[in-house]
C-alpha cells in the first residue's frame, strides 16, 4: 500500500536558520510521482514541487531545495535562511502512475514556525 | 486567470442535516478532485471528477457523493450528517494529463 510519512509534527526555529522537513514514502509503483505543498494560515494548498520516480537530480529553487533518494524512498525539504514568512504547515504527497488516476496520498504534514 | 473558488466559504449544520459544496476550477481545467481535511485524519482524497464522470473514488461512506457539469464546476454532497464530517473540504482542479493540482481555499464544514 502507498503511504507517506513526515516523522516531524512541529518545527519551530528562528529567522535565517536553515531547516530540513523530511518525507518518507513507501509504494510497489515502479513510476509515481513526489510533491510538497505549502499551506499557509488561509488554509489554500500552494504547490511547490513535483518529482518523478525517474529524476533523483536534487533541485533548488532559490532557498528552497529538495533531495530525492530513492534507495532511501525519502524526499527531503530543506529551506535555507528561513524567514517568518515561511511559516506554514508543509505537507509531502505521492500520487501512482497508473493511467489517468492522480490520486494523491498524503503525509500529515509539518508545522513549521519561524520565529523573528 | 482567477484561481480554483469554493463557496461557502464557512458552514455550520447539525447532526442529520445535509450539505452541498460548490467548486469552480480554473478556466481550461477539466479535473476536479475533493479532499477532507481533518487535524487526526489529514488529508483524505474523496473523488475525482472529469468531464462529468467520476474517475477515481477514496474509501469514505456512499453518504458523501459529489457531480461535474458540464462547465467543469463541481458540487459535492453529504448526506445525514455526522459530527466527525467537520473538517476543511479541499477542492483541486487540473489540466487533463497533468499531475499538478491546484486548490481552492476550501470550505470549513462544522457540524454540530
Known amino acids: 500500500a502507498q503511504k507517506v510519512t513526515q516523522a516531524q509534527t512541529e518545527i519551530s526555529v528562528v529567522e535565517k536558520e536553515d531547516v530540513t522537513l523530511d518525507c518518507v514514502y513507501e509504494?510497489?509503483?515502479?513510476?509515481?510521482?513526489l510533491f510538497w505543498y505549502k499551506q499557509p494560515p488561509s488554509g489554500e494548498l500552494v504547490f511547490l514541487i513535483r518529482r518523478n520516480s525517474f529524476d533523483e537530480q536534487n533541485e533548488i529553487s532559490g532557498r528552497y531545495s529538495w533531495n530525492f533518494q530513492k534507495s532511501t524512498s525519502s524526499f527531503n525539504f530543506t529551506i535555507t535562511a528561513s524567514q517568518v514568512v515561511d511559516s506554514a504547515v508543509y505537507f509531502c504527497a505521492l500520487s501512482e502512475n497508473a493511467g489517468n488516476n492522480r490520486k494523491l496520498i498524503w503525509g500529515l504534514g509539518t508545522s513549521l514556525a519561524v520565529n523573528p | 486567470k482567477a484561481g480554483v473558488t469554493q463557496t461557502p466559504r464557512y458552514l455550520i449544520k447539525t447532526r442529520g442535516q445535509q450539505v452541498t459544496l460548490s467548486c469552480s476550477p480554473i478556466?481550461?481545467?477539466?479535473?476536479v478532485s475533493w479532499y477532507q481535511q481533518t487535524p487526526g485524519q489529514g488529508l483524505q482524497f474523496l473523488f475525482e471528477y472529469f468531464s462529468e464522470t467520476q474517475r477515481n473514488k477514496g474509501n469514505f461512506p456512499g453518504r458523501f457523493s459529489g457531480r461535474q457539469f458540464s462547465n467543469s464546476r463541481s458540487e459535492m454532497n453529504v448526506s445525514t450528517l455526522e459530527l466527525g464530517d467537520s473538517a476543511l473540504y479541499l477542492c483541486a482542479s487540473r489540466l487533463a494529463g497533468d499531475y499538478e493540482q491546484f486548490f481552492g481555499p476550501g470550505t470549513r464544514l462544522t457540524v454540530l
Open positions: 509504494t510497489r509503483d515502479t513510476t509515481y510521482y
Open positions: 478556466s481550461g481545467h477539466r479535473s
